[in-house]
């Protein structure tokens, strides 16, 4: 089971108003630990106010030896993103737990044309992929449609830029504004549209390896949707979520009673009863054990273990494939237990 390492923040590079790059030094004995493929994301754990905070982040930086960066973009008042915004310092120390995630890619010495659909703070794991795919191969092309309310609020806009203009014929950046009306961008938004304008005006000559979604959950639907309906295969559509919906009714109808559960965690038992209305993540911190996990809300893929006996259900799932599920595995954060005995095996993944 991956452990969280304490490691120095070496810089910090505002990048918008309301958001950071921040670059953590890895020392010598760490490097194999902390070596990632482009897309992967960091969980990052910090108290604050007498409260344990665990967020995920993704790196943005392409694979290094001795750091990586991630860009953290403040969304709440008093949590880790106001923290890393407004207070931490270069020099401070912050557990970091190593790089995990499948929103990767891996290159390779065949040429590859990707594409990708971003808004906001989705951009992060696909600054990694970017610069990966464009210094991996001399032949390889990307195509970004990136969406943000303004440049004043794109998150490495400037970085961006400095890209289209090493790689004049191989990377083509489309920026998306919907507050304001900027030189060398559209007005608007992510949607079916942008998507058509893309593949099928600037690219329609182009057939593409693999797509590369991140945002919110309503952009990703949308750009999934028309992809599909262009006739591009599931396969090659890969996205990862930044928020979710929430589901409300999100009960099994047989939500009544208890469960003996049983969870297997780095070579140890150990042996609770919970009730079925609550979700396993959760009933397993309550009795202070170190289970991983970080966003507890489906988003990322920290918490995933396999159920080795009885059955559970899951709130939502955005992460695990139909094999996966049928394989056994769960995402403990969003699952429920609908028999009156579970075994969880989170080694077993």
């Keep these: 089971m991956a452990q969280f390492h304490p490691l120095t923040v070496k810089h910090i590079k505002p990048l918008t108003p309301s958001s950071v790059a921040i670059t953590f030094a890895v020392p010598k004995e760490l490097i194999q630990t902390f070596d990632f493929t482009p897309g992967q994301y960091i969980t990052v754990k910090k108290e604050l106010k007498g409260k344990e905070l665990r967020r995920a982040y993704s790196i943005c930086s392409s694979p290094k030896s001795d ?3 991630i860009g953290v973009k403040k969304v709440d008042r008093g949590g880790f993103s106001d923290f890393a915004n407004t207070k931490l310092s270069v020099g401070d120390v912050l557990e970091v737990m190593p790089p995990e995630g499948r929103f990767t890619f891996s290159p390779s010495e065949k040429q590859k044309n990707i594409a990708a659909f971003a808004a906001g703070s989705g951009i992060t794991p696909i600054m990694s992929i970017v610069k990966t795919v464009l210094s991996s191969n001399s032949k390889n092309k990307f195509v970004l449609v990136y969406g943000n309310k303004s440049h004043k609020e794109t998150m490495f806009y400037t970085e961006l830029a400095k890209l289209e203009l090493d790689y004049p014929d191989r990377f083509f950046a489309y920026f998306i504004t919907s507050q304001t009306q900027e030189d060398n961008s559209l007005f608007g938004r992510i949607d079916s549209s942008t998507v058509n304008y893309a593949l099928k005006n600037k690219h329609k000559d182009t057939e593409f390896d693999a797509f590369y979604l991140c945002g919110p959950e309503g952009m990703i639907n949308l750009v999934s949707d028309m992809l599909q309906e262009n006739d591009i295969p599931k396969d090659k559509i890969h996205f990862e979520l930044f928020t979710t919906t ?4 999100d009960m099994p109808v047989d939500a009544e009673g208890q469960t003996q559960l049983k969870i297997i965690l780095d070579d140890e ?10 979700r396993v993540l959760d009933a397993v911190l309550k009795e202070n054990i170190d289970a991983p996990y970080s966003c507890q809300g489906g988003v990322c893929s920290s918490c995933i ?31 429920l237990p609908i028999t009156p005995s579970l075994t969880v095996d989170y080694d077993d993944v």
């Design 305 to 335: 273990a396999r159920v080795t006996e009885g059955k559970a259900e899951m709130v939502k799932n955005q992460i695990l494939t139909d094999g996966e599920i049928e394989e056994g595995f769960i995402l403990t954060c969003q699952a």
């Design 67 to 69: 750091c990586f960066t």
């Design 246 to 249: 929430e589901i409300l009714d």
């Design 269 to 278: 038992e150990f042996s609770l009863t919970m009730d079925k209305k609550d």
